[in-house]
């Protein structure tokens, strides 16, 4: 696609239930990130992809956190038991390669967890 | 460990002012540093970036200059428009990181320009 997109654009959840968030990147892009943008704490590195490969899942938040890539494509990062505190907004991006200097930022998904 | 400190918004400016937007680093090393923007509704965009001491990212009339001695990375903008209303985000990529491209962000500054 002409961008990377992401969906839902909005998720109101109650506590307790589980959600699933996607990222479609741009079409090529073998690098992807997930991001979490809280109120008041900016922006925070989840994880990344190297093609289907997640290397490193020490940035994730918590063990109710996981994320998974497949055909290179499409992610989708999974809250188990959504908390309160999980509320923010999930930002992904993708890159060429990774580490390449510009990463292409979704819109995002603004997570509510009631 | 790194971080970046940016100051707080919102800044508020009339159109055609001068804008600065102050950002600061903690990092060991050389960090390449960026300027992301989010205009409402959208996405973060790269704005602006340097990857070494002294060079000078410049970009739809922003620029910011790599001051490793002050460890600075400040935004600025000779005349504001009204369409520059949006939030931007200094950013550093620790040395070393490229394999796993990781982005540390500041808390981000809202801009608003009125007419």
């Known amino acids: 696609g002409a961008g990377v997109s992401q969906s839902p654009s909005n998720k109101v959840t109650e506590k307790g239930k589980d959600v699933e968030l996607r990222c479609d990147p741009i079409?090529?892009?073998?690098?992807l990130y997930w991001y979490r943008q809280s109120l008041g704490q900016g922006l925070e590195f989840l994880i990344y992809?190297?093609?289907?490969?997640?290397?490193?899942k020490s940035g994730l938040p918590s063990d109710r956190f996981s994320a998974e890539r497949t055909g290179g494509s499409v992610s989708t990062l999974t809250i188990q038991r959504t908390q309160q505190e999980d509320s923010a907004v999930y930002l992904c991006?993708?890159?060429?390669?990774?580490?390449?200097?510009?990463?292409?930022f979704g819109p995002g998904t603004r997570l509510l967890v009631l | 460990g790194n971080s970046v400190t940016q100051m707080e918004g919102p800044v508020t400016l009339s159109e055609e002012a001068f804008l600065t937007i102050n950002c600061t680093y903690t990092?060991?090393?050389?960090?390449?540093l960026f300027w992301y923007v989010q205009y409402p509704g959208e996405g973060l965009q790269l704005l602006l970036k340097?990857?070494?001491?002294?060079d000078k990212g410049s970009n739809k009339g922003f620029e910011a200059t790599y001051r490793k001695e002050t460890t600075s990375f400040h935004l600025e903008k000779g005349s504001v428009q009204v369409s520059d209303s949006a939030v931007y985000f200094c950013?550093?990529?620790?040395?070393?990181?490229?394999?796993?491209?990781?982005?540390?962000f500041g808390q981000g500054t809202t801009l608003q320009v009125k007419p």
């Open positions: 340097a990857t070494k001491a002294d």
């Open positions: 991006a993708s890159s060429l390669v990774l580490g390449q200097e510009t990463q292409y």
């Open positions: 079409s090529g892009h073998t690098a």
């Open positions: 990092a060991t090393g050389y960090p390449s």
């Open positions: 992809f190297q093609g289907n490969s997640a290397p490193d």
């Open positions: 950013a550093l990529r620790p040395p070393g990181s490229g394999n796993t491209g990781k982005l540390i």
